[in-house]
Structures are given as structure tokens and as C-alpha cells.
């Protein structure tokens, strides 16, 4: 470290021991001063967002830093978002810009469009540069603001006669289209961008910058062109692509792409971030799809380009965007959806129904999400979610999320990362961006379904198993958005409790003080695999001491709970009594169960039933349990042995002894028809 870098960090380090307001106007201070070293730049500014960060999240402020903030400091942090600032400055600049608007609240949006219109207004080259830079970089952080100052009025009509002057800054252009780019993004300012800026833009794709300069200089061969920022060029090459990825956006979801895609080598020969823009929206077609899907070498390319992305960043946006547009499914429609879509598409075809692309079918997405995993994009998916915004881990969640629905992949997944990589996700998002928690807690169902949570979470290590527990029960009642109540979710979930329900009790314990009342709710749905997964949840459950107790308690809601199991051992569906049958053998091992089983009408006939079942996983069940309830001491025992006698327990016995091949079968029930056939 030299003498000027020593001296600076130690400045900086003595700012610590000020009040954060003092600490605040001395960085201030030091950012408007400038000519500072890089280094030194990005460490006052990461200085400053931790402070308005600390600002934002204190609730017994008396005084807010953001008062200190004045337009003048404003401009100065905004500056550093200019282009011409180095790329590590650029990228700490923008942290510290969302910090102050997460701070500062209303008076930031006002201070954003101060700033901007009175930069605009100028109407120097300069100025224009630093507004457009400052408009492009904010739009993700603060986009209402920024919406609105886009849409104002005449403000989009007023770039036609800056794009189109003869005499050009390609810094202005390029921050100009940098900015539209950011705008394209949301649809209110995509059709304002669409209503005024097409004609220039696509004059700007459309024009040869090389005959233009040969023209030139056939009418003057004394011009001499300079490489700076004014040119006798009309647009830069760079110039050309950034307008064709703008009008690519514009043109998306609102007139059909041309059949035949864009060379994708092409495409990435352009400025990367902007290659990888444009192929985000071309991925939108199915045919880009498939052809970057099976190009592995393009794969592993844009895996490395997502791997180099710094966090936060549009490139790494637009990375994530190819990835998910390659592994999304279609979304499922129930019957009534699919109906409602074709009495639309009568009403809006006279009776043309457009077949749908089968490019888009399961088959082709379940390809093209292998494909994707077996480029190695787990691994940079997960390194990524530690750092990326709310809006970069909701398209990672989405990628898993697709790549989850491959059984074979979910192993992989898991030892990849992916299960942490969704816990962390779901703990991280807020609860208002419901979908994206749900999508990640169905991911991780999906995982968890198919994988040993010994291998998953390192053998008896109970914290971090239990930590995915929350996520999966948040997913056991019906999405509270959704217009139709989609069960898989549901289903998923409580077969990912269950296997977890499988290892210990420590786990068990948590998912029954967590979710029992949920899964009580599931048992009794009315969708027959739902009731069947919430069933086989409760058995490995009630090999708890906590599970027991549901059930052995003598309260009405354990007596209640036992009626509703007594029903599941008697329903129609052969895996849900086999789940309500086991239960029921390790409940009744305990006297208080069989004593509530004897007072239950038709309690034991269910119980002699399952011994009756031409099943012989069931009649083992139905044995076991006969046999606990007769081996009771004292007057329970006798009871028991004496109702089960009266419902012709001996027959039922004797006959499943006979149908009975299996010797653990054949073994419980003789010893049961023993103690029935002794006197009491």
C-alpha cells in the first residue's frame, strides 16, 4: 500500500469513532472533493450505504442522515454512476444509491427527478451522458420514480432530434440506449418507447456508418475524423447492436419473431453485456430455444459469463433470464381453464384454435433443463444466490425449480447445493414476493422427496434438516393468490415432511409443534392423495413421544384425532388405510389408543377389517394391532379380548392365519389367537 492509500484508509478508519451524522458529512465530503483512487472511492462509498443501510433499519432515529443529504450531495453520489467511472466505482455507486432510496423514502424519488431534469435541461453533452447513465442504473433499484420521469411529458419525443443530429457524441448515444434499454424492461415505458422511439431506432440499426463516412469524405477530402466522443460517424457499431437489442424488446409479446433465429456466434461477438441481453429476449422464441439448448459449447459459455457477472448486475440479469427462458415449463391448466382458453380463442379466431408450439411441450423443456444442468450451472446458480438481489434469486429460484421436476437430477441437485441454496432463498425473501417463496419451497419438496436427508443434510446434524421444515409447511394450505387451488404443492410438501419424519425424533417433534394443525387439514382433503401423503406423515410421526400424545392424551381432540384416523383405516382408497393402519400399530401400544379405539363406534370392527384384507402389508397392520390391544394388563386387556371375541374375532383370526403366507404374518396372529382362545 503506498503513502496517499495508507493515509487514506487510516482518515476513514478515524471516521468510525464520529456520530453517524458527522460520519456522514465527512465522506460526503471527501466524495465531493474527488481524485481520489479507486480504491479509495468505493471504500468511502461502501462507508456510506452501510450508514444509510443502518439508517433504514433504525426504528428509534431521532434524526435521519438522509437530512444531510442535500442536492448538491446528491449530485455528487449519483455522479459516480457515470459511465466514465470505473466499473468497480459504477457498481459500488449503485449500492450506495439503493441504499439512499430505501432511506430517504419519498424525498429520494423527488431528489432522483430533480436531479435528472435539471441535467436534461441543460442540454450539454455532458449532462445528458451523466442523466441518461444515472436513469439506466436506477431503474432496477427505483423504478417508479424512474417510470415516471420516462413517461413525463416530452421527454421520449425529445430524444428524436438529439439521436438524429449530424454531428454526434457516441457517449450520448450509448448512455441515451443504455437508458431506453433499462426503460424496455417495464411495459407502460416499452410502449412509450415503441410509440416515439422506433422510427430513429431503426434508423440507427439500418444505416452503414462505413458508406456514410466514405460519403463524407468523397464531398471533402480534407475531413479528417478523430476516436473521440464527436464524430462525422452517425452511430458506432456498438451504437447499432445496443438499438437492435432495444427494438428486439420492444418487438417481444407484440409481433411475431422471424422464424429463423439470430446466429447465436453473432450474437455473442457482441459487447457481452448486450449479447447477453439480446439473447435473453430471443430465448423467448422456442426455435432460439432448442438451438441454443443443444449448442453445448454456447451453454458452458454463458455458465462462465454468469460466473464472471458481478452480483447485482444487468449482465448477471440477463444471464439468468437465458437460463430460465431454456428450463421454463408451461404453466399446468386445470379442465376449466382449458375450456375457458378455447371459447377465447373461438371468440377472437372465429373457431382457429393455434395449436401450441410443441417446442413448449414437457418433453422438450425436460431436455433442455438437462441439457442445462450437465453445463454446470448449480454450482454458479448458488454462489450467485449469496449475494444477487430479490429479483436475480427469484429467476435462480425458478431455474432449480424447473430443473427439480427431473427425478433423476434432484440427487444432484442436492449434493450440488440446491437444497441450501432454497432454504437460504426462502428465509431471504420477503413475504411479500409470495410466489417466489413458494416456488422455492416446492423446489425443495420436489429434492427432498427423492434424496436421503442423511446424505442432504450430514447424517444426525438436526439444525440444518429442521431448518427446511418452515418452508415446506408454508406450502400445506392452497396458495392464497392463485384462482384455482392447485394441490400439488400440498402434496409435494407432505411427502417431503414425511421422508424428513423418517430419521429422528428430534425432527419430528419440530414438524408436529410446527405443522400438526395444517396436516390435520390435509387428512380430511378430499383429493385422495393428499389425504394419503398427510396419513403417511402422521405414522412416522406417532413414533414420537409428541406424536403419541396427540393421541393418548384424554381430551376430546385427541379422541377426535383417533376418530379421524379410524376412518382413514377404513377408506376407500387401499394406501390411505395401509398409512391409518400403521399408525394405528404403534399407537396402540399404548393402553389409553385401545382404550379409545374400544370406545369408538365401530372402532374395532375397522380394526378386524383390515385383518380381513386380501392385502397382506394390511393384514399384518390389522394383527399387530389386535394383538396389542389384547395383551393389555387388567381390565383394559380383558375388555378388549372380550369385544373382539363378540365381533367374531376368532373366525376373522383364524381365516387370515390361513390366507397368510409371509411367517411374520402367520407368527402375530397365532400368538393373538392364542390369548383370545385362553379363559379370562
Known sequence: MDEKAATSAAELQKTDKLGVIEQTQLLLARLM??????????????????????????????????????????????????????ESVRYHAILTTSAYFKAA?????????????????????????????????VFPVAPEPTIEMFLSEGFLPSLDPLMRRKWKSRKVETACLDMLNAGSMHPECREAIRKYCTDWLEEVVDQDPEELSKAIHSADPDVQETPGSISMRRHSRAVQTLAAVILAKLKVGTLKLPDKPLPLRENLEWSKRHSVEGLAYATIQPTVKEEVAHNPELLKTLVIILGDAPAKSPLTYGALS????????????SEEEKKMNQLKAYANAAGKLAAPNPLNNNEHVADRCKRVFEAGVVPVLVTHSRHGSSASLSLIISIIFSLSVTTNLRGQLAQQGAVNLLIAAWSALPDTDGQAKRTAAQALARILISTDPALVFGGTRARPQNAAIRPLVSILPPDPAAETRDLL????????????????????????????????????????????????????????????????????????????????????????????????????????????????????????????????????????????????????????????????????????????????????????????????
Open 322 to 333: 437465458i437460463f430460465m427462458n431454456l428450463t421454463r415449463y408451461q404453466p399446468v391448466q
Open 489 to 680: 404443492p400440498s402434496f409435494e410438501a407432505l411427502m417431503a415432511l414425511t421422508n424428513l419424519a423418517s430419521t429422528d425424533d428430534d425432527t419430528r417433534a419440530t414438524i408436529i409443534r410446527v405443522a400438526f394443525p395444517e396436516i390435520e387439514e390435509q387428512l380430511l382433503s378430499s383429493n385422495h392423495l393428499v389425504s394419503k401423503a398427510a396419513t403417511e406423515l402422521v405414522c412416522n410421526l406417532v413414533e414420537s413421544v409428541e406424536g403419541v400424545a396427540l393421541y393418548a392424551e384424554d381430551t376430546p381432540k385427541a379422541a377426535n384425532r383417533l376418530h379421524i384416523l379410524l376412518a382413514l383405516a377404513d377408506a376407500e382408497d387401499e394406501a390411505t388405510r395401509s398409512a391409518a393402519g400403521g399408525a394405528l400399530a404403534s399407537l396402540t401400544a399404548y393402553e389409553e389408543v385401545g382404550r379409545g379405539v374400544m370406545n369408538r363406534n365401530r372402532g374395532v370392527e375397522i380394526v378386524l377389517g383390515l385383518c380381513s384384507e386380501d392385502n397382506e402389508d394390511l393384514r399384518h397392520r390389522g394383527v399387530f394391532i389386535i394383538h396389542n390391544m389384547i395383551s393389555y394388563e387388567g381390565e383394559a386387556g380383558r375388555l378388549s379380548r372380550k369385544e373382539i371375541r363378540e365381533k367374531n374375532g376368532l373366525e376373522i383370526l383364524k381365516t387370515c392365519a390361513k390366507k397368510s403366507r409371509r411367517s411374520q404374518v402367520v407368527e402375530v396372529t397365532v400368538q393373538a389367537l392364542k390369548v383370545l382362545l385362553e379363559e379370562d
Open 105 to 137: 423514502g419519498d424525498k429520494g424519488s423527488r431528489a432522483l427527478q430533480t436531479f435528472f431534469f435539471d441535467r436534461v435541461n441543460r442540454g450539454t453533452y455532458d449532462d445528458y451522458i451523466v442523466a441518461f447513465c444515472v436513469a439506466a442504473a
Open 33 to 86: 472533493e474527488g481524485g481520489q483512487e479507486d480504491n479509495d472511492t468505493c471504500q468511502a462509498l461502501d462507508k456510506l450505504t452501510k450508514l444509510l443501510n443502518d439508517d433504514a433499519a433504525s426504528i428509534n432515529k431521532t434524526k435521519s442522515i438522509c437530512d444531510v443529504l442535500d442536492d448538491i450531495c446528491v449530485d455528487t453520489v449519483l455522479g459516480y454512476l457515470d459511465m466514465r467511472q470505473a
